[in-house]
């Protein structure tokens, strides 16, 4: 079936980074733009940005230029978030979402990886 | 950056009919998705190009947009519906969240 398997829960330092992968099946990896999403405790879903999975392409909110990449390895139809410069405020659960050229939705989410950033 | 504005919580009786509200001026050009979140869950996407169904959501859920403002509407609220429903919409290069509404099945 379709489905994003996250990678685990992470601990992270302030000022560190942190990878989270998202690994696809079930469908075809390069036709779907993948988005990631985060939400703290308690609080709604905030948008970090969208990559494509064939170009490579990235889109990022502003208010994380700089700070997180998005990468993917098409051979194990997986994709990346990395964010850099950690603070508490980063403490979230991150979620992958799959959608197809903004028109349908995000469709598929991922489980969710729990960052926490403590000292 | 884009702003779209939803109630904080909506309440409705079992059987009742519920409608959330999701307000911004992106919404003229640009359809709305709305999504269901369950406490410990992952969102579910019910809403699609503002009133389209995916597979597997429930006839109940119904979506309309008149131009900045997007709604979600439930027919014959059941148990299970009480959740936070997200929209969500695009505008030229960035995805946009409104802030949530959890819905109260009374």
């Known amino acids: 079936q379709v489905q994003l398997v996250q990678s685990g829960a992470a601990v992270k330092k302030p000022g560190a980074s942190v990878k989270v992968s998202c690994k696809a099946s079930g469908y075809t990896f390069t036709i779907y733009d993948i988005n990631w999403v985060r939400q703290a405790t308690g609080q709604g879903l905030e948008w970090l940005g969208w990559m494509n999975p064939n170009s490579g392409i990235t889109g990022y909110a502003q208010k994380f230029q700089g700070r997180v990449t998005m990468t993917r390895n098409t051979s194990l139809t997986t994709a990346y978030m990395e964010l850099s410069s950690l603070t508490s405020e980063d403490t979230a659960v991150y979620y992958c979402a799959r959608e197809s050229a903004r028109l349908y939705g995000m469709d598929v989410w991922g489980q969710g990886t729990t960052v926490t950033v403590s000292s | 950056s884009y702003e779209l504005t939803q109630p904080p919580s909506v309440s409705v009786s079992p059987r009742q009919t519920a409608s959330i509200t999701c307000s911004g001026d992106?919404?003229?050009?640009?359809?709305a998705c709305w999504y269901q979140q369950k406490p410990g869950q992952s969102p579910v996407l019910v809403i699609y190009q503002d009133t389209k169904r995916p597979s597997g959501i429930p006839e109940r859920f119904s979506g309309s947009n008149s131009g900045d403002t997007a709604t979600l509407t439930i027919s014959g609220t059941q148990a299970m519906d009480e959740a936070d429903y997200y929209c969500q919409a695009w505008d030229s290069s960035a995805a946009v969240f409104g802030g949530g509404t959890k819905l109260t099945v009374l």
């Open positions: 992106i919404l003229g050009d640009n359809y």
